[in-house]
């Protein structure tokens, strides 16, 4: 609990719901015929509705952005440091919408809720949501808040995949897209990883093929041991090192199959935290939308001619540390740009973090986003 | 608007309206800002951390990339300048980016800072030390220039290269032309700017 809302945060949000009554036809050829939305507001929208910025969040990533739920909230929302009147996405210039997408299980229709045929947990039966759907719930999101056009849409990780993804699909609606530690297409390694927290899963007893609700268990284990892995991915070995190094909880080596070493200790705890709040479909479903993601294979694989009818400028950022969304993923991107004469600035931030670094205040970091949201922000009065 | 260093200013003179360019380590984006007003469009290429943010609050198109890597992200012929001021001597391997400069660039303009000025010589000789001058502020063990030339090594490079010099301005350490720089440029040129382009084969 903060002692006092900090001057910068946007203080005490509450989550706002959203029911959607228009079928969404999915890329899967599947249809979702009614769903709900929730996410939340920062600022105020001008009334040339001008001045809208989209958060979109990552694998596990929800709605609640920045801020505080209650004065109880042990921590602020999963990107507080970036957002907030005065931060780099400023509070006081821009209205920031974030939401929970679809598929998710922190409030947004998705496995956990109810199937309106069945009136049981969708679980393994509900569709599996691509980028390219995401982007178009958002969309009549942004309908339903009265926002025709973004003024830019950020995201890090499978969150800046959404802003190509919005880039490419609805070119008018979006003028700066910031696409950070980001990538147009996941690697095989990537996919391999993805495929090792899939049968961490799915190779739970408890997993069920997905019923778990129905059995009134979940695959804690399967889920944290996905979580273990995801973690260790998105940290970089000097970071572990750093945080870390060969620590022992106790005095001595034990001899025995027990924790002993600090980092064995720190993801346990970490991914049991996750198992116990995350759901293991959505989990699933988030991997499948990352694995899925490749907008070029419609153009050829020339990602150069897939990103052609864009209009949004784009910051593209990337991390030193980051192997898991390298920057030679983020210089794919910005080759395609430039090749298809975008307007397209690149950073390649040093960080020791690895692909975590996204979600940390490193200065350098978030003084480019700064200074790239008051550029768009002047734009908007000239 | 932040006025332009004066070799930056000659650059900006012998850009054309309306064109595409290239700015090999733009640095803040001044030039590139200057020339926005003339409708000339394009990317600056930089690598230092600090000049980025520069660059996004002056509206340049910045990309922050290492040089010595050549400039592969890049079609030939997709631009029809490429700018390198006062970076060529500090690449590892200056005849490599000359090639990929040309390779991009209908035309380029490369300007550079002349070894062979006399006050280089004179120290070098009669003093036995690595020449210190407001061209070349900094000493032989901090500064980042690997590969100094002169005037004569730079043509004779361009030679080699079938590069052809649409035209050239050397100036001395204030940035001004004279009598005697004409007559004698790599003796009393502090500076050098070309404007080149790949010879017809």
């Given amino acids: 609990m903060p002692d006092s809302i900090p001057v910068d945060s946007v203080g005490l949000v509450s989550p706002q719901f959203i029911h959607i009554d228009t079928p969404l036809s999915l890329e899967s050829g599947r249809m979702l015929m009614q769903y709900d939305l929730v996410y939340e507001t920062y600022g105020e929208l001008n009334t040339q509705a001008s001045n809208a910025v989209l958060i979109c969040h990552a694998l596990s990533g929800d709605h609640h952005a920045a801020g505080y739920h209650s004065l109880e909230d042990k921590r602020a929302g999963w990107w507080d440091n970036l957002i907030g009147p005065g931060k780099a996405i400023d509070t006081n210039l821009f209205f920031v919408v974030s939401l929970n997408n679809l598929g998710g299980c922190q409030g947004s229709t998705g496995p956990t809720s109810i199937n309106p045929d069945t009136q049981k947990p969708y679980g393994p039966d509900f569709p599996i949501i691509t980028v390219v759907d995401w982007v178009n719930s958002q969309a009549v999101l942004a309908d ?3 926002i025709r056009q973004w003024a830019a849409i950020v995201g890090g990780s499978l969150g800046g995949m959404q802003a190509i993804q919005w880039a490419i699909s609805l070119p008018d609606r979006i003028r700066h897209a910031l696409i950070i530690a980001a990538a147009s297409k996941l690697s095989a390694q990537n996919i391999a990883f993805n495929e090792v927290a899939r049968t961490a899963i799915k190779g739970d007893p408890d997993f069920h093929d997905g019923h778990y609700a129905e059995h009134n268990t979940a695959p804690r284990k399967g889920l944290g041991l996905a979580r273990m892995i995801g973690h260790i991915t998105y940290l ?3 970071a572990m090192g750093k945080k870390f190094g060969r620590d022992l909880r106790h005095d001595s080596l034990n001899y025995d199959y027990d924790v002993e070493f600090q980092v064995e200790s720190y993801l346990r705890y970490q991914s049991e935290i996750f198992a116990e709040h995350f759901d293991a479909n959505t989990y699933l479903l ?4 990352l694995d899925y993601f490749d907008p070029a294979k419609n153009f050829n694989d020339n990602l150069a001619q897939t990103l052609a009818e864009i209009k949004a400028k784009c910051l593209v ?6 192997w898991r969304f390298s920057p030679e993923r983020s210089h794919e ?7 298809a004469n975008k307007s397209v600035t690149y950073a390649e931030i040093e960080a020791t973090q690895g692909h975590d670094a996204f979600l940390l205040p490193i200065t350098r970091y978030h003084q480019i986003v700064g200074t790239y949201m008051k550029r768009i922000a002047s734009e908007e009065e000239s | 608007m932040k006025k332009l260093r004066t070799d930056l200013q000659i650059i900006y003179d012998w850009i054309p309206n309306g064109v595409r360019v290239l700015d090999l380590g733009c640095g803040d984006g001044n030039l590139l800002t200057s020339l926005q007003r003339r409708d000339v469009t394009g990317y600056g290429l930089e690598i230092d951390n600090s000049q980025i943010a520069n660059c996004i609050e002056s509206k340049v198109n910045v990309i922050q990339a290492d040089l010595d890597l050549g400039l592969p992200q890049f079609s030939n012929q997709s631009f029809d300048f490429v700018i390198l001021s006062q970076t060529l001597q500090a690449v590892k391997r200056p005849d490599f980016l000359l090639d990929e400069i040309i390779r991009v660039g209908k035309q380029a303009i490369i300007g550079f800072p002349n070894f062979g000025h006399w006050q280089c010589r004179k120290q070098l000789v009669f003093g036995g030390k690595m020449p210190v001058s407001k061209t ?4 032989w063990f901090n500064n980042s220039n690997i590969h100094l030339c002169t005037i004569k090594d730079f043509e004779k490079l ?3 290269k079938h590069v052809t010099i649409i035209k050239r301005s050397i100036l001395n350490h204030s940035h001004k032309d004279s009598l005697g720089i004409k007559l004698a440029p790599n003796l009393l040129g502090e500076i050098a700017l070309y404007q080149i382009k790949k010879s017809a084969v």
């Fill in chain 1, 286 to 289: 988030m991997t499948k939308a």
């Fill in chain 1, 317 to 322: 950022i990337s991390f030193t540390t980051d």
């Fill in chain 2, 136 to 139: 070349l502020p900094d000493y």
């Fill in chain 2, 158 to 160: 361009a030679a080699d």
């Fill in chain 1, 333 to 339: 991107i910005v080759n395609a740009l430039l090749t």
């Fill in chain 1, 144 to 146: 339903k808040l009265g």
């Fill in chain 1, 236 to 238: 970089s070995d000097e």
